[in-house]
Structure formats: C-alpha cells, structure tokens
C-alpha cells in the first residue's frame, strides 16, 4: 500500500471532551446542569490534557429528545442559561487556549420550531416545502397508510405522522417532533446556513459535531424498506435514507461557509458500513468533513432489527477487533482522517459494554480502554464521566421508571404492544438490555463529589446555602464510589491513568495519532494485540490487552512477529502496563493493558 503522509493538524492530535449539558454540572441548584457549570469546570477539563469540548445542544427546545429537537437555533434553553451565558463560555473556553464545538442538528427541528408551525399552517404556507409532506396511502379496504413502511430511529412506529389540519403526512426520521427539513429547497438550506451556523460562528464558536450527517437528502421517490422483521408493522430503512443522492452536494456546499471561518467538522456517519460510502465525506481532497464518526466498534452487540432487540455482551473480541480495524485502516493508503471514540451520549458506558463493572474488574477494565483508546490512531473523543470510570446503573439499584430517554420509553412501548403489556419475561428481557445499552446511562448526572448531595452535582450551589432540587434524572446509585473527588489527586484512580495516558499519547503522536495499525492474532478470543507503527516504519509499539476477567499465559513475541522487522537487538521493551509493578514477560492479569517499545532504530524514530 503507498504511503501517503498524513499532514499534521492540531484538531487531528486533539482530545475532544464532550460534555452533555443537562447532566455535568449544575450551578444554580435547580437540579438541572447548565453553561454556568460547564464553565465553572473548564481548569478541570484544562487539566486532563483536553484541547477542545463539544457541547451537546443548548439551544431552545422542547426536550422530547433532550435537545435534539431543536425550536430556535439562535436561542438557549432557559434553564441552561442565555446567549450571553454562551459568549462567556466561549470566551472563557479559548482563555485557557482550548476550542469549543457545538451540535449542528440539521436533519430536522421540533416541530415547535416557528418554521414547522409555519409549513404545518396550510399547504398553501411558503414554508411548507422547507419540510416533506405527502399524502396518504389507502389499503383495498379503504384503511388510510403511511406513504411507505419506514420505520422511524426511536421504538417501533412509522417515520410518518399524519397531520389532520391539512390531510398529509410529514416525514420524520427520529420522533415524531422532529420533522426532517427538506434540504431539495434552497430558500430552507439556505435559512439553516445562516441560523444554525453562521449565527454561532459569528459569536467564535470553532466548529460544529454535525449531527446525524447522512440522512440530508432523501430519495425522492420514498421505495418500501426491505422486511426485516415480519412481524413488525413498520421496517429499518436506514439503507435508503442514509448517503441519499443529493448528500455531497450538500456538504459541499455547507463546506464552502463553515470554511471562510476555519471551523472543524465531526460528522455523525450512521449505518455507513462501507469504505466507499465513508471515504467521500472525509477524504481531505472531497472537502466535505474533517472528520467523521464511524460506529462499528461501538454498535458491536446491538440488536440486527432493533438497537435493544438483544442480551448482554451479544458479541466477540474478535468482531470488536475487526470493527477498530476498520476505523484504523480508514486513514491508511488514504488522505482520510479518523476518529477514536468508546462513548457519547447515545451510547451506555463502555467499561459494562465492553470490559467487566464488576467491582474488583472495574478500575482495570476502565484502564485498559484508556489504554486502547490512547493507542489508537485518529482525533481521540471523551465523554464526561469517562475519565473517572462510570459504569452502567445496575438493575436493581436504578429501576426502569428512572429511564426517561425516548429512545428508551418507545422501546419499552414497542414490547408492550408487540408481547402484551403484562408479558413479565418480555418486558423483563427489554429492560435487560437497556441496562445494558440504553443512553440513559451516559445521561446520569456526573459525579462530583461522594460526600456532597446527589454526588456533588450542584455541589457550588449548595456550598452557597442553597436548598439543591434533586436531580432532573436520578444520580447514579455508586456516585459515592466513582466520583471525580475521590479520584483526582490519586495519580493511581482511573482520572490519574487518563491524565497519564492523554500525555504519553501527545510524547509519542506520530507512532500513537498518526501511525499505522496493524492487529496480531486476529482470531484470539482474550487477548487483543496490535502494533502501531509511524508512517515511515522507524518506530514502533506493540500494545497487549487481556479482555478477559482472568490471568492469560502471555510471552513477548520475538521476529515471527507478522510485519514486524524487529531485529534480534530490539525486543519488545515494557513501556507501560495497566498494573503496577507487572514484569514485562509476566502473565497477562485480568484487564491489563500493556505497551511495549521497539524502535527499529532509536536515533532516527519519531516515536
Ligand atoms: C443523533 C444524536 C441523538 C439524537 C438523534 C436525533 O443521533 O446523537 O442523540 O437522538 O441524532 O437528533
Ligand atoms: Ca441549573
């Protein structure tokens, strides 16, 4: 495969932190987190080595899909605070030399949005066109239908909704209050340009997490999914409107405007398995996005015809390989970049998705994914709470009435309608896999402080005398145990190894960002082994995790190492392990995570 050399770039050696502004910190005590309390906490995100956030929406909206359904794209959700509380944000976020992100949501409004009130108005209203409407289909017996059997993202209902006031349908591909733009009409694309994007570019907002990136153009003709499921009523048909007709034409030209400003992009590329799809939003010659989410590794276990439609840890070590490898292979013999990622807000934690929240596992398995995670090549993501090693809610100490994301409540329905509402072990088989996969659990409040009320989340509040409101969603049962407080003067916590992990990431860039992967032992169901190598072959590591709770017999590899030329002078040499103390021709231990050095030749390697 030629070499292309990838062209450093601060915003590709970057740590981006994603915060979830409902659950980080709350200021004012009204048990709801806000701008004030993301800035309260900027020198704390300063200090883990983080050089950009990205914040999830806050601007005005209904909050039928936590601010994803967007009602005014120039105006802030009263209770996180106001423009002004953004602009101070703004400020204080570059004062400490780091960049800040927004959520561009894009593909559709709330249907509160004065557009939508607009188009919804008449058939005849000038708006009308900015959103897609069709009419109804009828069955033989005369049963009035949806125009196809699209399914919509959240449950198990159509992606239609039937208007009464003016007899059509309007598309939505998320909840039913997120009625999908129509991007075909320029006088829309145009007014999304200037309200969503330009309005925050203006105030110096550095870029944009496009939100959702694939599903802008639409086919037309609106065909029938494929059945999937038979039984259902309504079809995934996330392969007809995703990468549409019209798609790079769009991004092109939304390109042109966030490029006069210099933004950074990250788009959210959903169900895009294929490299041929993925390579023209982020190939750096397609000037499209500059970087995109893939979701293989962390879609590993869901459901085929539904995300929630599964058990526990329904995957393999070697699937999670083959998934990462994709995501690293992206960049190699290409002008792609990429990006490494385990969570986000729609995503439940990955030490219980992917390691083991038992107590004597937890700590290791949460350090080991640091590991994997600072090892990887590509714009390395974190989410809050992640640096301190939070875990799903368990079953029986966070009960199913404290679940309140849509995706969530639409799926519990799902299983009513489809297996009857008092079906025990139905209904016991869903929450299941929420406990395992929902987003609620990336949404609990963070964890401050143990000893302060409700793990420290209005904690500033509340040491001003003020009687804090719990919650707006339950605090997490083991906010007392995992919390940043206890963590962050403890070089050996999970907050002390990220800190660590984030530094040696940026020693050693062009081995660790912008090197090459190569994966060892594809096949082995435990062990997880990979060397990075930078681009011009002169420095190398090999990183060794253990994904299983128990000791593997483990021996350094020597030159029958696949496209390793080692040289019998250069054997492995231990860098760094997850446990203290751990020799470097040692058994691997539960969860640990190793890397060892082998420059080919140290004079010369960037390493
Ligand atoms: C994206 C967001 C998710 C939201 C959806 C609809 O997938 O990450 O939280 O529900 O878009 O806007
Ligand atoms: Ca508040």
């Known amino acids: 495969m030629a070499v292309v050399p990838h062209v450093k770039t601060w915003w590709k050696s970057a740590v981006i932190y994603q915060i979830y502004p409902a659950s980080f910190c709350d200021s004012n005590g009204d048990g709801v987190g806000d701008i004030a309390g993301i800035t309260s906490k900027l020198d704390y995100i300063a200090s883990l080595g983080v050089d950009a956030i990205w914040i999830s929406p806050v601007y005005d909206s209904p909050q039928v899909d936590m601010g994803y359904d967007i009602s005014n794209y120039e105006a802030i959700y009263p209770p996180y605070g106001t423009v002004h509380s953004m602009k101070d944000l703004i400020k204080e976020t570059h004062a400490r030399g780091m960049r800040i992100m927004m959520d561009l949501v894009i593909n559709h409004t709330s249907d509160q949005h004065a557009w939508f009130k607009d188009a919804r108005s008449s058939r005849s209203s000038p708006k009308r066109d900015w959103y897609i409407w069709r009419p109804a289909k009828y069955s033989s017996n005369g049963d009035r239908l949806p125009p196809n059997n699209w399914r919509c993202s959240f449950g198990g209902g159509s992606a239609w909704e039937w208007d009464e006031s003016t007899q059509e349908y309007y598309l939505h591909l998320w909840a039913k209050e997120q009625p999908d733009l129509n991007w075909d009409n320029e006088d829309a694309r145009k007014a999304i340009y200037a309200s969503a994007m330009a309005f925050w570019l203006d105030l110096g907002v550095d870029g944009f997490r496009v939100d959702t990136v694939n599903m802008y153009s639409k086919p037309n003709d609106f065909p029938d999914a494929p059945v999937a499921d038979p039984a259902a009523p309504f079809q995934p048909a996330a392969m007809l409107y995703c990468n549409g007709p019209r798609m790079h034409e769009f991004i092109g030209e939304m390109n042109s405007i966030l490029a006069q400003y210099g933004a950074i992009t990250v788009g959210e590329l959903l169900d895009t398995a294929d490299v041929a799809d993925i390579l023209p939003y982020v190939s750096a010659e397609a000037r499209q996005l500059d970087m995109i989410f893939q979701f293989d590794a962390v879609e590993v276990g869901w459901g085929r015809t539904h995300k929630y439609e599964t058990t526990p840890k329904n995957f393999t070590l070697p699937q999670f390989k083959e998934a990462i490898g994709k995501a690293q292979n992206l960049i190699m013999g290409t002008d792609a970049w990429t990006t490494v990622f385990l969570e986000n807000h729609d995503l439940s934690r990955s030490v219980s998705r992917l390691a083991d929240d038992r107590p004597e596992f937890r700590e290791a398995g949460a350090k080991m994914l640091a590991l994997l995670q600072a090892c990887l090549s590509g714009t390395q993501y974190i989410y809050q709470g992640q640096e301190i090693g939070a875990i799903n809610a368990s079953k029986e100490a966070y009960p199913l009435e404290n679940y309140l994301d849509i995706s ?42 143990g000893t302060a009320k409700y793990g420290g989340f209005s904690e500033e509040a509340e040491q001003a005398g003020v009687d804090v409101k719990q919650p707006w969603m339950k605090p997490h049962p083991l906010a007392h145990e995992i919390n940043v407080a206890t963590q962050i003067n403890d070089a050996n916590s999970v907050l002390g190894w990220w800190r660590k992990m984030l530094q040696f990431r940026k020693q050693h860039e062009g081995v660790l960002v912008y090197g090459d992967y190569y994966c060892l032992g594809m096949d082995d169901p435990d062990t997880y082994s990979f060397i990075k190598q930078t681009q011009d072959g002169k420095g190398k590591m090999l990183v060794v995790l253990n994904f299983a709770p128990k000791e593997k017999p483990w021996s350094v590899p020597g030159s029958e190492m696949p496209m390793v030329d080692v040289g019998s002078s250069h054997t492995p040499k231990l860098t760094l392990t997850t446990y203290e103390g751990r020799g470097g021709s040692e058994n691997l231990a539960p969860f640990e995570g190793r890397v060892y050095t082998m420059a080919v030749d140290s004079r010369q390697s960037n390493l």
């Open 408 to 449: 969530s409540r639409l799926f519990m329905e799902m299983i009513k309608e489809r297996y009857g509402a008092s079906n025990k072990k139905e209904l016991d088989r869903g929450f299941n896999a929420l406990q395992h996969l929902a987003r609620d659990h990336s949404r609990i409040p963070m964890a401050w402080n």
